[in-house]
DNA sequence: CTTGACTCCGTACTATAGTGCGGGGTTTAG
DNA sequence: CTAAACCCCGCACTATAGTACGGAGTCAAG
């Protein structure tokens, strides 16, 4: 077999055809050969590899990471430390932005309270917090 | 006095020259009176707006819905109960994101204590999580 | 009166992850 | 043989929140 065509390769990894030429212009996915008319011709290993793109997006890791962690699986021998510690950091940086947003979940939750218990009575509380003091 | 010019807004507020330009752009800053020489001359409220814009920020708010914070607080009478209204979406949002992130938190954990456990014997285990079935 | 600081404006560029479009060539089914 | 369906390419556009640039006008100090 000669291998995929783009669409093809699109519909079996649940992707647009521009995302895939996207995914290649980017270097995630290796440029395939030509076939003489001038058709991309994939080898099946690249549904696979848009899979591990995906599921790396839903991880959290962004396309440029995602580059890195696929360059770190360079010919037979894989860096596994190389991608555990990214791993580590990505999971840091996740535990961070869960923080700030827990913290901005009790901000707003506090808000939304006071504004229950205060009735239709004087001003937003909501607003009034977001105001600096006001002149 | 005859108002701020746009360099001491920017101070006052904290941004740049730029972001104050932006913002009046989008609608967030009233357009303010000019000067005889074209200066634009903001009332000294530009700044508590400013500082409104950015609180609404750490609150995750998008300029947009700031926007339209902002245009519920309309003449005397403040629509105390849209402001709420956004600001339990905002928390609903703010929270499925947090439910996203701690799914992603425990998968990238377990990959990595999987990793860990493993030692470098074989091959990575995050990688091969991430691979669909080799082929 | 010149220099430096400040202001104006429109335009373009940054990052992220694609999507959409138009014009062309190719392949396949009827 | 023709028409639909597929493929190619480059370019432009989406959203978000600004940042940067270049040229020009203005203002205050020395």
Redesign the pocket.
């Known amino acids: 077999m000669k291998g995929?065509?783009?669409?093809?390769?699109?519909v079996r990894a649940g992707?647009?055809?521009?995302?895939?030429?996207?995914?290649e212009r980017r270097g995630l996915v290796p440029v395939?050969p030509?076939?003489?008319?001038?058709?991309?011709?994939f080898p099946v290993e690249t549904v696979a590899r848009i899979r591990f793109?995906?599921r790396a997006?839903q991880l959290g890791?962004?396309?440029?990471?995602?580059g890195e962690l696929l360059g770190l699986r360079v010919e037979a021998d894989v860096d596994c430390e190389g991608v555990r510690v990214r791993a580590e950091a990505k999971l840091a940086e996740v535990e961070e932005k869960i923080r700030d947003l827990e913290r901005i979940r009790s901000t707003l939750g506090e808000l939304v309270q006071t504004c229950l218990d205060q009735g239709s009575s004087g001003d937003c509380p909501i607003l009034a917090a977001l105001e600096p003091a006001q002149k």
């Not at 995929?4 to 699109?10: P, T």
């Not at 992707?15 to 995914?23: D, K, M, P, S």
């Not at 030509?34 to 011709?41: I, K, L, P, T």
């Open positions: 995929l065509r783009s669409g093809e390769v699109a992707i647009g055809l521009e995302a895939l030429r996207f995914y395939p030509r076939a003489g008319n001038g058709y991309r011709e793109i995906q997006q890791f962004s396309l440029e990471e995602i």
